[in-house]
Nanobody
Framework: QVQLVESGGGLVQAGGSLRLDCAAS????????MGWFRQAPGKEREFVAF????????YYADSVKGRFTISRDNAKNTVYLQMNSLKPEDTAVYYC??????????????????WGQGTQVTVSS
C-alpha cells in the first residue's frame, strides 16, 4: 500500500509559478507509476500529468503542456509538479495518484489505486 500527501499549493498571481510535492510512504514507491490530477468546483477530476515508475517517460494534458513539468525522486519517495506560467483556469485542488500497474489509459482516474487528500492551488488575475 501507498499513502500520499500533497503539499506546496497556495495563492499565486497569473504568470507565476508553484511547485507541488507529493510525498509517498512505503519502500516500494519506485515501482508505482504516478499521476497528477486536478478538480475545480463543480467539475470532474481532470488529468494533468503522468510519469512512469522509472521517471523515463512522462505525458501531459494539452492544457498544461509546455508549462508544467512532472518529475520524481525515487530515493526521496517524492513526485513533483513544477507549474509555470500559471493561469486562472489552473485553479483547482490538485491530487497526486499512484498506480500499481501501468495502464494503457493514464488519463482516467480509474487507472489509479491510491490518492492523496489534495492541495489547493488558486491563481488570481
Amino acid at each position: 500500500q501507498v499513502q500520499l500527501v500533497e503539499s506546496g499549493g497556495g495563492l499565486v498571481q497569473a504568470g507565476g509559478s508553484l511547485r507541488l510535492d507529493c510525498a509517498a510512504s512505503g519502500r516500494t514507491f519506485s515501482t508505482y507509476n504516478m499521476g497528477w490530477f486536478r478538480q475545480a468546483p463543480g467539475k470532474e477530476r481532470e488529468f494533468v500529468a503522468f510519469i512512469v515508475w522509472s521517471g523515463g517517460w512522462s505525458y501531459y494534458a494539452d492544457s498544461v503542456k509546455g508549462r508544467f513539468t512532472i518529475s520524481r525522486d525515487n530515493a526521496k519517495n517524492t513526485v513533483y509538479l513544477q507549474m509555470n506560467s500559471l493561469k486562472p483556469e489552473d485553479t483547482a485542488v490538485y491530487y497526486c495518484a499512484a498506480a500499481q500497474t501501468l495502464h494503457a489509459t493514464v488519463v482516467v482516474t480509474t487507472s489509479y489505486d491510491y490518492w492523496g487528500q489534495g492541495t489547493q492551488v488558486t491563481v488570481s488575475s
